[in-house]
C-alpha cells in the first residue's frame, strides 16, 4: 500500500504543532493507543527535524509520519534523512515538488484557489492540501470537484468531529486536523486523556 493510501484509508492527518520531542512521543503514544497512526511534525516546533526521528524510532511502522510547513529543498532532504513518508506545506513550492518526486516521497502542497490546486496536482503533486479550509467549508471543496472530480483534495484547518464527514461526502478523500485533535497546553495526563477522547470522537464519526 503507497503512502497516499495509507492517508487515504486512514482519512485523518494528527497535525502537531508547536510540541517539542518529548512532549510529541507522548502524544503520538496516545494518538496510536487510539486507532489514530498518520501523524504530521510541522516544522515550526522546537527541534522539529529530530522529533521526525525520534518518532519514526520509537513508534517504527505503527505510524505513518509526515512533515509539514516543508517550503524549501534544504527542509525537504533533511526530513526525509530523518524518517518523514511524506510532505506537506501551506503552499506550493516547484522546487520541493521536483525534489520529492526524485525521492519517491508524497509532496501534498497548500493550494486555495481552483487554479492553484489544478496546476499543483498537473505537476505532479499526489494530493492537494486545500488550506485554510475551515473559511472555505464543504461547499468548496464540492464545487472545486464538480468539474474536475479526478482532484485528490486534503482540507485542512478548521476540520472538527461535527464537520468531518461533510468535507469527505463533498468529495475530499482526507483531512488534516490540528487543534481539533490536539489542544494546546502543558502535556500531562489531563491533556492525553483530552487527545484520547478527541481522536476517539473522530473515529467515532468515521464509523457513523
Sequence with gaps: MT????ITDHKMIGILRGYGTEEAVKIVRTLIDSGFNVIEVALNSPDAKGTLKT?????GSDIVLGAGTVLNVEDAEDCINNGAEFLLSPVYNEAVLEFSAKKDVLYIPGCYTPTEIYNAQEAGAGMVKVFPAGQLKAGYIKDVL?????????????????????????????????????????????LLEEVSDRAR????????
Design 3 to 6: 503512502i497516499l493510501n495509507k
Design 55 to 59: 518518532l519514526k524510532e520509537t513508534f
Design 201 to 208: 470522537k473522530f473515529k467515532e464519526a468515521l464509523d457513523r
Design 146 to 190: 464538480a468539474p474536475m472530480n479526478d482532484l485528490i483534495l486534503l482540507p485542512t484547518g478548521g476540520v472538527t468531529p461535527g464537520n468531518i464527514n461533510e468535507f469527505l461526502d463533498a468529495g475530499a478523500k482526507a483531512a488534516g486536523i490540528s487543534s481539533a485533535l490536539v489542544p494546546k497546553g502543558e502535556v500531562n495526563a489531563k
